[in-house]
């Protein structure tokens, strides 16, 4: 069964710093999709970024970057220049197939330190 | 923006009455998930459905059902609430496609006393 792993239950950020969440993720797939979740507290669970697995670009949205390493079944976020904004908790996904549910790691609470 | 929506956005309730949380989604997604998050933030799905008259139970032993009679709407049902069912619910959808994001809905928080 796949799994996803985040390390770091919580983290903190000088503001207009940079900082970078892990995950770790196991599947026997090679084809699959990998994003990062944002949930800010008492608000809605949004999108931040997506990465398929046969790309190898890593893919990047504005101030946020993944580093999508498959061989070693990692991939991380980055977040440049840091925002107070950012502050919430920031959660790792994998999914293969649009017919099964995506699997969510715990999630990482991000602090953003003025 | 994703247009999917949850009412109520709180609800406090008693002990063994029946309650309906309510998720309806307007962008013709197939495919509509019920999660719940636990004071840790962990997200558990509980239930999901793959389209009409589709539903199918998920990782986290649940108390509750869920219905899809129509493609927008996949509501859940605590035939008896109980205090262990105080949560955070999330509702989300998707279409079909392999890399098709969640998208979710603001959440209910449930408290039963």
């Known amino acids: 069964a796949q799994t996803v792993t985040q390390s770091q239950p919580e983290m903190s950020v000088q503001e207009a710093e940079t900082v970078t969440l892990s995950c770790t993720y196991d599947t026997s797939e090679s084809d699959y999709y990998l994003f990062w979740y944002k949930q800010p507290p008492s608000r809605q669970m949004i999108l931040v970024i997506r990465?398929?697995?046969?790309?190898?670009q890593n893919a990047t949205e504005n101030r946020f970057s993944v580093n999508f390493q498959k061989a070693a079944k990692s991939f991380s976020l980055k977040i440049s220049d840091s925002q107070l904004g950012d502050a919430a908790m920031y959660f790792c996904?994998?999914?293969?197939?649009?017919?099964?549910?995506?699997?969510f790691g715990k999630g990482t609470r991000l602090s953003v330190i003025a | 923006e994703a247009d999917i929506y949850q009412t109520p956005r709180y609800l406090v309730i008693g002990t063994g009455k029946k309650i309906t949380l309510e998720c309806s989604q307007t962008?013709?997604?197939?495919?509509m998930y019920w999660y719940q998050q636990d004071p840790g933030m962990e997200l558990h799905l509980i239930h999901y459905s793959y389209g009409v008259n589709s539903t199918e139970k998920g990782d986290l032993s649940s108390e509750s059902t869920v219905s899809r009679i129509r493609t927008e709407h996949f509501p859940l049902t605590l035939e008896s609430a109980r205090p262990s069912h105080t949560s955070q619910y999330l509702c989300?959808?998707?279409?079909?496609?392999?890399?098709?994001?969640?998208?979710f809905g603001n959440g209910t928080r449930l408290t039963v006393t």
């Open positions: 989300a959808s998707r279409i079909g496609t392999d890399n098709s994001p969640l998208h």
């Open positions: 990465q398929e697995a046969y790309k190898q």
């Open positions: 962008m013709g997604h197939d495919k």
């Open positions: 996904a994998y999914g293969y197939s649009g017919n099964t549910p995506l699997v």
